[in-house]
């Protein structure tokens, strides 16, 4: 099952407005990582956290981790149309091999 | 831009039909990744090649699944035979060693009917 839960499961904004999703482990993970799965498409590769209360920007997005090491966040301010998409973390929950999370899919409206 | 190929892009096959799928990952990326994903959830991991070796299958249902990855380069994936609750979007993935993310192929969609 899966051992990495992400909240909210759908978010619809308008465009302009500010999105956060959360991403939850039930151990703690030495990195996190997060991609963005485009309607139709795959997932792309977006950044990598590893150290306790990192954050790091890219653009509008702000990702950040948890000083526990066991959650994380995606805040993107001022949403775009080409926001849109699913947001998915994942992190090394047995050895290396990456879990991911349940995902949570953003609707920007124009 | 390097890319993970993979075929083909869509399957319709009829259950208990054999499948397979193919995937050639980034030229020197010795970490190749099939996952499975179900429409409107997160990936889940299939197989993990090291090389051509398998470093972790403990997720492929191994009565009918089964993975290959001869020479270390490109992988196979086959269901035989195929049902119904197979279809999903299948997709490959690569990592160099010591690299970060996944870059991911763009999938093959199966339908079972």
């Known amino acids: 099952g899966q051992q990495v839960m992400q909240i909210p499961q759908y978010q619809h904004v308008q465009e302009g407005e500010d999105f956060t999703t959360y991403c939850n482990s039930s151990?703690?993970?030495?990195?996190i990582q997060w991609y963005k799965q485009r309607p139709g498409g795959h997932p792309v590769f977006l950044i990598q956290?590893?150290?306790?209360?990192e954050v790091k920007k890219q653009k509008r997005l702000t990702f950040q981790f948890g000083e526990a090491k066991k959650n994380s966040s995606l805040h993107i301010t001022a949403t775009q149309t080409t926001d849109v998409g699913t947001y998915f973390c994942?992190?090394?929950?047995?050895?290396?091999?990456?879990?991911f999370g349940t995902g949570t899919s953003l609707t920007v409206i124009p | 831009e390097a890319e993970v190929a993979q075929s083909p892009r869509y399957k319709i096959t009829e259950k208990s039909q054999a499948v397979a799928f193919w995937c050639d990952p980034i030229?020197?990326?010795?970490?190749l990744y099939w996952y499975r994903q179900i429409l409107g959830q997160g990936p889940e991991l299939l197989v993990q090649?090291?090389?051509?070796?398998?470093?972790?299958d403990s997720q492929l249902p191994k009565d009918r699944f089964s993975a290959e990855r001869l020479k270390g380069v490109d992988s196979t994936l086959k269901i035989q035979p195929a049902e119904l609750g197979d279809s999903a979007m299948y997709l490959c993935?690569?990592?160099?060693?010591?690299?970060?993310?996944?870059?991911f192929g763009s999938g093959t969609r199966l339908t079972v009917v």
């Open positions: 993935a690569s990592r160099p060693t010591g690299g970060l993310g996944y870059t």
């Open positions: 151990t703690t993970l030495s990195n």
């Open positions: 956290l590893v150290k306790s209360g």
């Open positions: 994942a992190g090394p929950i047995s050895g290396n091999q990456f879990y």
């Open positions: 030229s020197g990326h010795a970490t």
């Open positions: 090649f090291q090389d051509e070796s398998v470093v972790d």
